[in-house]
């Protein structure tokens, strides 16, 4: 059975991590993802009051006993009592990312609660490992959402040489075996996958934003700053992108920066009706390269099943062909 040191930290069997994606990534999808064998993600909104996300702990606790977490997009302001109320709880688990991890990592020292950091620059990933972090996730650039300017390839390979004993995640482009199997030959040891998990039943998003990952092709996203300079977004834009797929907006307005802002509350108008409607030309759709892997949307527990089910099938067969064992 295939099986990491990741699965030995955190006492799961399967080495994947549902990415923690703000708001739509919640008990339903964490739940599922935990009771499936692998490691289910709360992704906590942006709200400074953390009653929802309370709500959310104790629903996944209702409903199974397996280890799970909560991730934040840490570079957003007011998420102190949410963060507290998460180390309160003892999750297994909180995520950081978008931020020097170095003082939240220090924070849930002696809490019982494992941190991860998920980084976007060498600068952060070395950061979290001088702080300690039990688990670093690398993400690359193929990552759906908010994500670095670095290839996932080169980049976790990258964070596994410098990472010593802590292990490594790799996180942007992975949705099927073969691609985590790919990540485990780089020295990662599991892999956090969110668009995958967009086109699941239990993803808390709209039922439109599924549909566009399905009918998205390798090459229909673009990684973008125009929906976070409309939106104030609580982004480091040097270094942090996001990537949705391509649309109206997105063909109008990327590389025109500049003009675009002269019109910023007219377009941040047109995004928020086009989100209420399920707009998708002028709505944004975060999903990653991988959305090409993705052709239904399925119960979290059946996409787990094929992931690990293919990978076991790679890792035992491709090396015998390739080395004519
Ligand atoms: C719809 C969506 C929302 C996301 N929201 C968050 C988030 O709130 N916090 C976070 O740390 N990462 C977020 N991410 C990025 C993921 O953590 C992860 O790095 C990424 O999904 C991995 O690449 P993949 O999409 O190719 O699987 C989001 C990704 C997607 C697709």
């Not at 930290?9 to 499936?36: H, Y």
């Not at 998460?86 to 995520?95: E, P």
């Not at 996932?152 to 985590?180: H, N, Q």
């Not at 409607?277 to 527990?301: F, K, M, N, Q, Y």
């Amino acid at each position: 059975m295939l099986t990491t040191r990741l699965c030995t930290l955190l006492g799961i069997d399967f080495p994947i991590i549902n990415a923690p994606m703000t708001g739509t990534a919640s008990a339903e999808l964490a739940t599922a993802v935990s009771k499936s064998g692998a490691f289910g993600m709360i992704g906590s909104n942006l709200d400074p009051d953390p009653s929802w996300l309370k709500e959310q702990i104790q629903a996944v606790r209702e409903k199974t006993s397996s280890p799970f977490g909560v991730g934040f997009i840490s570079s957003a302001p007011g998420l102190e009592k949410s963060i507290q109320s998460a180390l309160d709880a003892k999750v297994t688990a909180i995520s950081h990312s978008f931020v020097d991890p170095t003082d939240l990592i220090n924070q849930a020292k002696g809490s019982g609660v494992k941190v991860f950091a998920q980084v976007q620059t060498l600068a952060n990933a070395k950061k979290a490992v001088n702080a300690g972090a039990d688990v670093i996730i690398a993400q690359g650039n193929e990552a759906g959402g908010h994500t670095s300017y670095l290839g996932t390839l080169s980049f976790v390979r990258a964070v596994v040489k410098i990472a010593g004993d802590i292990p490594v995640v790799a996180a942007g482009g992975i949705a099927d075996g073969p691609g985590l199997a790919a990540a485990l030959m780089l020295g990662a040891e599991g892999a956090w996958m969110g668009t995958r998990f967009v086109a699941s039943l239990e993803w808390a998003g709209p039922e439109w934003a599924k549909g566009q990952v399905i009918l998205a092709d390798a090459d229909d996203t673009v990684l973008t700053k125009v929906y976070d300079l409309v939106s104030d977004a609580p982004f480091d834009m040097e270094v942090i992108g996001d990537r949705v797929i391509s649309n109206t907006f997105t063909d109008r307005w990327h590389g025109q920066e500049a003009e675009m802002m002269a019109h910023q509350s007219e377009l941040s108008e047109d995004i928020a009706t086009a989100t209420a409607a399920g707009d998708a030309t002028t709505a944004p759709v975060r999903a990653g390269g991988a959305s090409g892997l993705i052709r239904s949307i399925e119960p979290a527990s059946y996409i787990l099943r094929e992931i690990i089910s293919q990978a076991e099938d790679v890792l035992r067969n491709r090396p015998q062909k390739l080395l004519g064992g």
